[in-house]
């Protein structure tokens, strides 16, 4: 049975139009996003997804702590408007967003450039209330998990026009990441094994991934949460640990390890292509 939705954060006044506003870790935030859009999919809006996992992110502010993320690579993959994965750049990871590459163009890089510097620029003027607090310019990639040798474009601003295209691979050994973050990425059934396939090249061995979605389709949800256990161990995150405010039945956390069996397998396929 499919449950369909749109993000009921984003309907009122807060949502309405091209910016979603919202604080998160105290910074006041406006998200350009594209509610008219026909051609941006599901990277046109923000998602009740990505607010309900910053605002779990806020609750829980001691296991995002600055210093210890400060050491982390975070991939965010389908970032679309971008909101989760700015998070987790403002407690100071190194993060690169991705999604597709209309996605990326039009809403990803702006809210991540934009947002980006509008902080630095904070924490430099107002070192006092911020402390020692410091943040990393974000990456941005585009990327289409069904395609096998996961090519992506990379976004150089220093161009004439503001915006060029350097292609990338990012199956490269240095291109594993500490954090992979999905939020609302689980809509498709058709897209699961892509998906998890994209997962697994982007994991170092101890990494951990995140996703949290809106149970929209329950066979995209079994297919994944199937799929997905063939290789990680996972548990999901309890209701009592998401902020009160921003919760929705239907959206679940959960954090999954690889397993040690898989642990193995994916040390030599790295090998492999590297």
Known sequence: MSIGGYCHFNEGGAGKGRYFSINVFGYDLMILQDPESRILGHGAVVWDAAVVFVKYMEKNSKDFDPVKLSQKRVLELGSGCGLA???YMLRGAAVTLTDLPN???TLTERNAQTIYSQVSTLLLNDA???GSLSIQKPKVHSID???AASR???LNESSENGISFQMDNLVNHEDKYDVVLLTDCVFSASLVNDLVKTILNHVEEKATVICCHEIRDE???AAFLLEFS???EWK???KSKLDVEYSNDLIEIIVGKLKKKSKKSHCISSTIVN
Request: aromatic share 16%.
């Open 85 to 87: 994965g700015i998070a």
């Open 103 to 105: 996605v990326v163009l």
């Open 128 to 130: 006092a209330a911020y």
């Open 145 to 147: 998990w069904t395609e």
């Open 152 to 154: 992506s474009v990379h």
């Open 219 to 221: 066979e995209a949800n």
């Open 230 to 232: 063939n290789y990680f």
């Open 236 to 238: 999901r995150i309890p």
